[in-house]
């Protein structure tokens, strides 16, 4: 068994398709295909199995990546001790971020490193930015693609497969009520299930955190609630809002940006309506110190982002 074959393997079970692989690793999927074809031939169980037109994992195929997964994580143990690549405080480091969380903390960041490099005058990380709008399932893969992920989930909610991932804290941030500034209950401190469900909402898709809560408040006031528009984008639902005719659920510091004199946001008690904001890596990644100096980084902005104005 070779390491680039066992990395292929991994890559393949959280990638889930050939070209993806191809794509991440920068070879041909004709290469993935051969290199994955030389494995199968080091064991005497199949490593693969197709499902429709997608190549996917056995079970014994699962059991062989996870054990890849450590002989690499070994590696990068061994590079750390002897390389000079885990001590460049320069090297690229890629991060992606939900929506919300990029439109509140990537210019912030970026110019928080850009700073520390101005006042100190050495190198700093080079950064490379995405946003990945997925479902709380999905984040975990997305270290296939990327050093850190920032990722969501609800305080209730599973876990994140810390056996795959590493997690590092960075927030937890309530979903308030957003209203418009005439509304009646503007007037309030704090906010209740049964205060709010039979008003018309805008809320996310199912399987994001605002459908997540919504569900609670109708599970705990045991009354339907009126969905009118159903949007991920919070500057939309922001201005929706704003407009008159709906409320919503907006995270407290991360929409900050959106909000202007015509929504103001209220508590909601009775229900579980915080998200963990986190960042999720590989393990081996965190030994890099570019990308220890980013996670650091993106702590100081995050801190200074739910401070209370």
Known sequence: ?????????????????????AETLMVTPSAVSQQLALLQKS?????TRKEGRALVLTDA???????????V??????????????????????????????QALFAPLAALLRAQKASDGGASPLLRLSDEDVAQEDFPGLVARYDLVLAHRMDNSPPWPEDKVAVIPLADEPLDIALPAGHPLASRRELEPADVVDEPWVTSRDGYS?????????AVSGRPAE????????????ALVSAGGSIGLLPRFTARRVLDAGVVLRPLAGVNSV???DILARPET?????????????QTVMTGLSSPN
């Open 43 to 47: 064991v005497d169980v199949p490593l």
């Open 210 to 218: 605002p459908a997540d809560v919504l569900a609670a408040v109708v």
């Open 73 to 102: 994580n070994a590696m990068a143990d061994a590079r750390a001790a002897i390389g000079a690549y885990h001590e460049a405080p320069d090297s690229t480091v890629s991060v992606s971020a939900f929506h919300s969380a990029g």
């Open 227 to 238: 969905v009118l528009h159903r949007i991920n984008d919070y500057s939309t639902v922001a």
């Open 61 to 71: 195929g699962r059991v062989l990546a996870e054990a890849g997964a450590a002989v």
């Open 1 to 21: 068994m070779e390491i680039h074959q066992l990395q292929m393997l991994r890559e393949l079970g959280d990638l889930g398709s050939v070209k993806a692989v």
């Open 286 to 298: 965190l030994k890099r110190k570019s990308v220890m100096t980013v996670c650091e980084s993106l």
């Open 275 to 277: 998200r963990k904001i």
